[in-house]
C-alpha cells in the first residue's frame, strides 16, 4: 500500500502564503501524477492543481497565478506553494497520487495506487 502525509495547513490572514507539503511512502514502484483537491463545508471535492511525472501542471482557474504545485521526484513529495490568499480558498486540502507499487510479498507483484491523504486545513480570514 502507499500512504500519504500532508503537511502545511493553518490559518492566514487573506493575502498571506501557506506552502502546503506531501510525502508519499510504501512498496513505490512509480508515481503517473499527484495532485491536490480541496472541500470547502457544503461543497464538493475539487482538484485544485495536479502535476504529473513528465511535468505537465494544470489548475483550476481560480488559483492560477496564485498557487503554484511542484514536486519532488526523488522524495516522492508533492508542494503546493499558495499565494495571495483569499477567504474563499479556506477548505481541507487532500493530497492525493496515482501510480504503480509493488503488491508482492514473495515475488514481485505491480498493481496500480489512487491514494489519498488524511486532509489538512487551510483557514484564511478577510
Known amino acids: 500500500q502507499v500512504q500519504l502525509v500532508e503537511s502545511g495547513g493553518g490559518s492566514v490572514q487573506a493575502g498571506g502564503s501557506l506552502r502546503l507539503s506531501c510525502a508519499a511512502s510504501?512498496?513505490?514502484?512509480?508515481?503517473?501524477?499527484m495532485g491536490w483537491y480541496r472541500q470547502a463545508p457544503g461543497k464538493q471535492r475539487e482538484l485544485v492543481a495536479r502535476?504529473?511525472?513528465?511535468?505537465?501542471?494544470n489548475y483550476i482557474d481560480s488559483v492560477k497565478g496564485r498557487f503554484t504545485i511542484s514536486g519532488d521526484a526523488v522524495k516522492n513529495t508533492v508542494y503546493l506553494q499558495m499565494n495571495s490568499l483569499k477567504p474563499e480558498d479556506t477548505a481541507v486540502y487532500y493530497c492525493?497520487?496515482?501510480?504503480?507499487?509493488?503488491?508482492?510479498?514473495?515475488?514481485?507483484?505491480?498493481?496500480?495506487?489512487?491514494?489519498w491523504g488524511q486532509g489538512t486545513q487551510v483557514s484564511v480570514s478577510s
Open positions: 492525493k497520487a496515482e501510480g504503480t507499487y509493488n503488491s508482492g510479498r514473495s515475488y514481485p507483484r505491480i498493481a496500480n495506487f489512487d491514494s
Open positions: 502535476i504529473t511525472s513528465g511535468g505537465s501542471t
Open positions: 510504501g512498496s513505490i514502484v512509480s508515481i503517473n501524477a
